[in-house]
């Protein structure tokens, strides 16, 4: 099975720029998405195909995805963006295709 | 508004069964899969399963954790999915997130929107 493996924490500073990495084997040729998730509340996607944003997402939140790692960048981090941010992918290369999540990083604005 | 809210969570014992429902509103219930996502308190998000549309022949693809265990099914005439869950374990226990499929192509799906989660506790 695919496995996408994220750094357990990130710490930045407010203003700073804080970059989420997930690595996978040959991710650069699938298309990645990602998560924020604050202390008890549901997920929100903040970044699908590797760069999009959805409508209300800031545009300090940016990816991009190459080879065997995506990064999640957010520019000019402020207190407010503190969660968990989970990559996932959707493998398709079996006949039962399934979505992968990635351990989870925890992101520290100091 | 899109939304979508869980309903049926609650405390079981090890063995019994729980069904949980996803009630959707804001959009065409009946042209997008729907999935279900969970979390064991502290960890991360484990997808569980998921449902096609009618359009696609309405099938299923279950995680291998609860597959034989766990089945989805959808009513569109209501805009409700369901996660029917038997022989339920104790490393079962979690919130389960009902969520959205979005696609922008056969090899891209991402969920979008997620419900607020419903806890399932399974405890003797």
């Known amino acids: 099975s695919y496995v996408l493996t994220q750094p357990p924490s990130v710490s930045v500073a407010p203003g700073q720029t804080a970059r989420i990495t997930c690595g996978g084997n040959n991710i650069g040729s699938k298309s990645v998405h990602w998560y924020q998730q604050k202390p008890g509340q549901a997920p929100v996607l903040v970044v699908y195909d590797d760069s999009d944003r959805p409508s209300g997402i800031p545009e300090r939140f940016s990816g991009s995805n190459s080879g065997n790692t995506a990064t999640l960048t957010i520019s000019r981090v402020e207190a407010g963006d503190e969660a968990d941010y989970y990559c996932?992918?959707?493998?398709?290369?079996?006949?039962?295709?399934?979505?992968?999540f990635g351990g989870g990083t925890k992101l520290t604005v100091l | 508004e899109v939304q979508l809210v869980e309903s049926g969570g609650g405390l079981v014992q090890p063995g019994r069964s729980l069904r949980l429902s996803c009630t959707a509103s804001g959009f065409t219930f009946g042209d997008y899969a729907m999935s279900w996502v969970r979390q064991a308190p502290g960890k991360g998000l484990e997808w569980v399963g998921f449902i096609r549309s009618k359009a696609y022949g309405g099938t299923t693809e279950y995680a291998a954790s609860v597959k034989g265990r766990f089945t989805i099914s959808r009513d569109d005439s209501k805009s409700i999915a369901y996660l029917q869950m038997n022989s339920l374990k104790t490393e079962d226990t979690a919130v389960y997130y009902c969520t959205r499929v979005v696609s922008s192509g056969y090899y891209s799906n991402w969920f979008d929107p997620w419900g607020q989660g419903t806890l399932v506790t399974v405890s003797s």
């Open positions: 996932q992918v959707w493998d398709s290369s079996s006949d039962h295709p399934y979505w992968v």
